[in-house]
């Protein structure tokens, strides 16, 4: 009998007693789990090495589950028929995923909730290279770790060893076995994902949810959609069972960079990963959230977007000049009926091309957040690519370099934390009823002048104001009479605050904000007082 923990996973090994000449193309092994209201779940298992098959499996519910193996080939007595009992107990710790359950789309689909239907702020860091070699363990990959759970952070966005910026089987992306597959992609390397299991489990165990991408979008031609089905279920044997989101590919249509027709794998890859995230659903029997991190927008990355949970955007790596994309695709997103959470998971690594600094990050973030997104994922160039000391990751296939700084430094620059300090502001009131609300600003920001104020707000409670400069200074409309607000300005980059005073709308509902003293980038913070 094996024992657990609500939402915490359970591991067991099963044997086979023959020997075949190629185990992971020759054999499929799954269990069937069974649950106290005598519910099913398939759970695939995943090929261990040599005759071993590993499965792992969690619940959200506690009691007594019982399980039983179904191998394709139903003569091998070590691999089919074998039965067991779980006993799951409540988890009593304060790791947040486990206490409050992995993620889901809330009612409504404007946000992600945890399992308990706590509303979950997703503040994202991007590590897409975090499994190979040159992010090591435990050292590095345990530091990295404590600095971005001491600011914030709660995902973490990399790649299942797949990476981008390489061709197959560069040696800048094996980790201390090799790579995932072996040569020709005749086969998955479990050792590989022995090493990667540490990392992942690592992740989990301080708070921060692996958005897991299966590989990056140009990888489909060179594997075909079958292998890659093998490598997603794969995957899901491996850490399915672990609160993880799931991601389809990065940059899913974009076509590798010397193919000699891009426009024709872009279709491939659509039509492919459609068909991958519809085997997708059926392989996962946890239904774990399901994205696709895009060139532009996720829901155009697949020819079927009822496929995907939520949506993910890329805006853009151009500085300032990046501005009006990023609104304007996160208010087309935002507009999609049905609704989805949107989440802006690519916009202006810090220091990429030596741009898009600090003042640049906070602009992206909050233009996004008060445009209606509900999420945002940070980067920082060096971290992404892990640029080693003094051995940067060098050239992408283009023949360029997007920068040469090294991780650790670039874990250091300052907008990483000023993102957590902003995620601090927000979960103060309940950011996950804002709606963008630029009608309550005189002079906002839009078609005409980018550089104008944001706002979105909640009618009668609150109303968060980003000035990208500090002039000019707002005017707000539209304010309620009977409600009497406080108003201060908040430092996006200290988090320190400086009191505006008291506001009511007067006749005509309006209130002119007052002048502060340093002029730079401000947060504007209208709340109703408490009685």
């Known amino acids: 009998m094996l024992g657990t923990r609500t939402n915490c996973v359970a591991e067991w090994h099963l044997t086979s007693n023959q020997r075949y000449d190629d185990p992971f193309n020759e054999v499929t092994v ?65 790791n947040p995923l486990m206490a409050r359950g992995p993620l889901q789309v809330a009612e409504g689909g404007r946000h992600l909730q945890h399992a308990d239907g706590s509303p979950f702020f997703w503040l994202g860091d991007t590590w897409w290279m975090a499994l190979c070699r040159r992010l090591g363990w435990p050292g590095d990959f345990q530091r990295l770790t404590a600095d971005r759970v001491a600011k914030g952070f709660n995902v973490i966005q990399l790649v299942a060893g797949l990476f981008p910026d390489m061709a197959a089987f560069d040696p800048r992306g094996d980790n201390e076995a090799g790579w995932p597959w072996e040569a020709d992609f005749a086969r998955i390397n479990p050792a590989w994902f022995d090493h990667a299991d540490l990392k992942i489990d690592w992740l989990v165990s301080r708070g921060l949810t692996p958005c897991i991408l299966g590989s990056w979008g140009y990888y489909l031609p060179w594997m075909g959609v079958e292998r890659l089905k093998q490598h997603w279920r794969y995957l899901v044997a491996r850490w399915g069972a672990y609160p993880v989101v799931w991601c389809l590919a990065g940059e899913v249509m974009m076509g590798y960079y010397l193919s000699e027709d891009r426009e024709r794998d872009s279709r491939l890859q659509r039509e492919g990963f459609t068909e991958i995230a519809r085997y997708l659903r059926d392989v996962d029997p946890y239904r774990r959230p399901v994205g696709a991190h895009p060139t532009q927008r996720g829901r155009h990355q697949i020819e079927d977007d ?226």
């Open 306 to 531: 009822t496929l995907l949970d939520f949506e993910m955007l890329q805006t853009g790596h151009g500085d300032r000049a990046s501005l009006p994309g990023t609104v304007r695709l996160v208010t087309e997103a935002r507009a999609e009926d049905p609704p989805m959470p949107v989440i802006n998971s690519e916009v202006c690594y810090e220091g990429i091309m030596e741009t898009c600094r600090e003042e640049v990050v906070r602009l992206m973030f909050w233009a996004s957040l008060l445009s209606g997104a509900c999420g945002f994922t940070y980067g920082a160039n060096g971290i992404w690519q892990v640029n080693e000391e003094g051995r940067p990751f060098g050239p992408s296939p283009h023949g360029s370099s997007w920068g040469d700084t090294p991780w650790w430094q670039a874990a250091q620059l300052p907008g990483s934390g000023q993102l957590g300090l902003a995620r601090k502001l927000l979960e103060r009131s309940d950011w996950w009823r804002l709606e963008p609300h630029p009608e309550w600003l005189v002079e906002h920001a839009g078609n005409e002048n980018y550089q104008l104020p944001y706002c979105a707000g909640i009618p009668g409670e609150l109303r968060l104001i980003f000035m990208p400069r500090q002039l000019p200074l707002p005017v707000v409309q539209g304010l309620e009479p009977d409600v009497r607000y406080r108003a201060f300005f908040w430092n996006p980059s200290t988090g320190a605050e400086i009191e505006a005073g008291q506001v009511q709308g007067g006749e005509d509902g309006r209130w002119s904000a007052p002048k502060v003293e340093v002029r730079r980038d401000w947060v504007l913070v209208i709340e109703a007082e408490r009685h």
């Open 30 to 94: 799954d269990v069937v789990v069974t649950g106290p209201d005598g519910s099913e779940r398939r759970v695939p298992a995943y090929w261990a090495g040599e005759r071993r098959w590993g499965v792992r499996w969690s619940s959200p519910e506690p009691g007594s589950y019982t399980w039983r193996s179904e191998c394709s080939d139903e003569s091998n007595s070590g691999l089919h028929g074998i039965e067991g009992t779980i006993e799951v107990e409540p988890y009593a710790g304060s």
